[in-house]
């Protein structure tokens, strides 16, 4: 997906039919998924996934999803993006740990 600071790839994501037709241009994504999901790895930093999160909201995700090296999800969403949520909003059903 096109950023502020260039193409970046979300490590998952789910994006509506509607939204690739509106966003996409020459094969690249002008606006972000609706839920962009980066798994941390130990070598990752606070402020690399802070800065992360901060692109994919900018480029209009509608939530970010951390996974930590445990298999525990982290729900960040629109309009409160620097604190993580109980669930997510568009998949509230969503686990909040995955197998690792």
Same mark, same amino acid.
């Given at each position: ?50 800065? %992360?999160?901060?692109?994919?909201? &900018? /480029?209009? *995700? ?7 090296? $445990?298999? +525990?999800?982290?729900?960040?969403? %629109?309009?409160?993006?620097?604190? &993580? /949520?109980? *669930? ?7 686990? $909040?740990? +995955?197998?690792?």
């Amino acid at each position: 997906m096109l950023t502020s600071d260039g193409i970046k790839g979300a490590d998952a994501a789910w994006i509506s039919e509607s939204r690739v037709k509106r966003g996409l241009k020459d094969d690249v994504l002008t606006i972000a998924p609706e839920i962009c999901v980066e798994v941390v790895s130990p070598g990752n930093t606070r402020q690399e996934m802070e800065n %992360k999160r901060e692109l994919y909201f &900018a /480029a209009g *995700a509608e939530e970010v999803w951390f996974c930590d090296p $445990k298999g +525990v999800l982290h729900f960040f969403l %629109k309009g409160s993006e620097e604190t &993580a /949520a109980k *669930a997510s909003g568009l998949c509230p059903s969503m686990s $909040k740990r +995955v197998k690792v």
